[in-house]
Nanobody, 119 residues
Framework: QVQLVESGGGLVQPGGSLRLSCAAS????????MGWYRQPPGHQRELVAT???????DYQDSVKGRFTISRGNAKNTVYLQMNSLKPEDTAVYFC?????????????WGQGTQVTVSS
């Protein structure tokens, strides 16, 4: 079983910064994709950014140039550095990992962390 634990959410003023962390424990295949998704109030969950085990990254257009996803030195740790935050970034942010083992795909989610951007 894989568990994802997020931290780092909170309340920040517009233009401010936050860094989210996600630590994955359990058995994860060497080739995987970890990512951050968010669910704004009254909206569906949406992709924010992903990073592969090879280091390739991808971002939602609205966060390009403001958010940076990276992997930590500890195995299976991923961060989301969020700068120049806007009120529309307010959402519950979820960590996600996807990998394949023996031709079966596995998806795991964290419990989510609230990010509120407000003055």
């Amino acid at each position: 079983q894989v568990q994802l634990v997020e931290s780092g959410g909170g309340l920040v003023q517009p233009g401010g910064s936050l860094r989210l962390s996600c630590a994955a424990s359990g058995s994860i295949s060497p080739i995987y994709t970890m990512g951050w998704y968010r669910q704004p109030p009254g909206h569906q969950r949406e992709l924010v950014a992903t990073i592969t085990s090879g280091g390739s990254t991808d971002y939602q257009d609205s966060v390009k140039g403001r958010f940076t996803i990276s992997r930590g030195n500890a195995k299976n740790t991923v961060y989301l550095q969020m700068n120049s935050l806007k009120p529309e970034d307010t959402a519950v942010y979820f960590c996600n990992v996807v990998f394949s083992r023996n031709d079966v795909w596995y998806h795991y989610w964290g419990q989510g962390t609230q990010v509120t951007v407000s003055s």
